[in-house]
């Protein structure tokens, strides 16, 4: 709390700037009130769509372009996510969609989306966050000074490889495997016995092909974009974490707006999710396609309640802190 404080107080004085401006809009102008909102992803990628989707639902609603106007900036224009958000905070951006792992630093009820293996599969997944508990979640943004819109796909993370098929945990030990500055993550490659290595993404390919780190870990839509299986050829499909994004808007910009305009945006941004799903569904499949095309491996593991075992005592170091809400999702559906 206390750096979201120093963080808030330090903005203050900027107020008066253009970004401030742009970000809240002015109220003294006649016209709809504009809400930048902002997301990391280039036009194309299945969220930044659907974003552009929502953007459009809203230009194309009478009512909510009268009141609102939806004001888009993709490719990380604005910001990293974690600087989006802090953005987002104090007033600068009204709205933006990152991944729940940036927003768990400012809401951290979220952080329980990033325990290994907390989903059975993208069914219970889809179940939890469509549900009650997704509804819970999504409440306990308010006291952090944010409106949880909708849920988006950001896949499944797996782990993929320059040595050899993964298959089961012994495949996997004592392969050097590249991890966001993460402790959950870093504990989670711990007890699958790989050796966890922390470094930037973007140093994640020349490292791979020096060899310095065997393997990483992500969804296999970035693993193709991003040219890492031409060096790290052997994918397996272990989905040890389903870590979704999130559109937030600020919570006193959300509670400046008339509750009509309130109800109109949120079902706009749910009705989107359906299209970033398809779109996502359809780029995931087109990446492993081609990777297979180009000699890669894509592996199941042969025994999956092995690996959720083997990352008890994970569960046993972090899950704690968020009482009993972990095992209420595993155990729902």
């Given at each position: 709390?206390?750096?979201?404080?120093?963080?808030?107080?330090?903005?203050?004085?900027?107020?008066?700037?253009?970004?401030?401006?742009?970000?809240?809009?002015?109220?003294?102008?006649?016209?709809p009130?504009?809400?930048?909102?902002a997301n990391?992803?280039?036009?194309?990628?299945?969220?930044?769509?659907?974003?552009?989707?929502?953007?459009?639902?809203?230009?194309?609603d009478?009512?909510?372009?009268?009141?609102?106007?939806?004001?888009?900036?993709?490719?990380?224009?604005?910001?990293?996510?974690?600087?989006?958000?802090?953005?987002?905070?104090?007033?600068?951006?009204?709205?933006?969609?990152?991944?729940?792992?940036?927003m768990?630093e400012?809401?951290?009820?979220?952080?329980?989306?990033?325990?290994?293996?907390?989903?059975?599969?993208?069914?219970?997944?889809?179940?939890?966050?469509d549900?009650?508990l997704?509804?819970?979640?999504?409440?306990?943004?308010?006291?952090?000074?944010?409106?949880?819109?909708?849920w988006?796909?950001?896949?499944?993370?797996?782990?993929y490889?320059?040595?050899?098929s993964?298959?089961?945990?012994?495949?996997?030990?004592?392969?050097?495997?590249?991890?966001?500055?993460?402790?959950?993550?870093?504990?989670?490659?711990g007890?699958?016995?790989?050796?966890?290595?922390?470094?930037?993404?973007?140093e994640?390919?020349?490292?791979?092909?020096?060899g310095?780190?065997?393997?990483?870990?992500n969804?296999?839509?970035?693993?193709?974009?991003?040219?890492?299986?031409?060096?790290?050829?052997?994918?397996?499909?272990?989905?040890?974490?389903?870590?979704?994004?999130?559109?937030?808007?600020?919570?006193?910009?959300?509670?400046?707006?008339?509750?009509?305009?309130?109800?109109?945006?949120?079902?706009?941004?749910?009705?989107?999710?359906?299209?970033?799903?398809?779109?996502?569904?359809?780029?995931?499949?087109a990446?492993?396609?081609?990777?297979?095309e180009?000699?890669?491996?894509?592996?199941?593991?042969?025994?999956?309640?092995?690996?959720?075992?083997?990352?008890?005592?994970?569960?046993?170091?972090?899950?704690?802190?968020?009482?009993?809400?972990?095992?209420?999702?595993?155990?729902?559906?």
């Open positions: 709390m206390a750096h979201r404080r120093s963080t808030r107080g330090a903005f203050a004085a900027l107020a008066l700037l253009p970004l401030l401006v742009v970000g809240c809009d002015d109220t003294t102008v006649a016209g009130r504009r809400l930048v909102l990391v992803h280039p036009a194309g990628y299945p969220t930044a769509e659907a974003l552009r989707g929502l953007a459009v639902a809203v230009e194309a009478a009512g909510l372009r009268e009141a609102v106007e939806i004001d888009l900036q993709l490719g990380g224009v604005l910001g990293g996510e974690k600087e989006v958000l802090e953005k987002v905070q104090y007033g600068g951006v009204a709205m933006a969609c990152t991944s729940v792992a940036p768990a400012f809401a951290p009820t979220l952080g329980v989306l990033t325990l290994p293996y907390l989903f059975r599969d993208r069914e219970h997944f889809w179940s939890v966050l549900g009650p997704g509804d819970e979640l999504l409440a306990g943004l308010e006291d952090h000074g944010l409106v949880g819109l909708a988006y796909d950001a896949g499944a993370r797996s782990f490889n320059r040595e050899r993964v298959r089961s945990l012994a495949d996997l030990r004592g392969l050097k495997i590249r991890v966001q500055q993460s402790e959950i993550l870093r504990d989670t490659v007890a699958l016995g790989a050796t966890p290595v922390v470094m930037s993404f973007k994640v390919f020349t490292n791979l092909y020096t310095a780190v065997d393997g990483a870990e969804n296999p839509p970035s693993w193709v974009s991003e040219r890492h299986f031409e060096v790290a050829t052997h994918l397996t499909l272990d989905r040890h974490t389903m870590v979704p994004d999130l559109l937030v808007v600020q919570r006193a910009t959300w509670e400046a707006l008339a509750p009509e305009v309130q109800a109109g945006l949120r079902a706009a941004a749910r009705r989107s999710t359906a299209e970033q799903r398809r779109l996502w569904d359809a780029r995931e499949r990446a492993l396609e081609e990777a297979v180009a000699g890669c491996t894509v592996d199941e593991v042969e025994d999956p309640e092995a690996f959720r075992r083997a990352v008890e005592p994970v569960w046993e170091r972090h899950a704690g802190r968020w009482g009993d809400l972990p095992e209420r999702i595993r155990a729902s559906g």
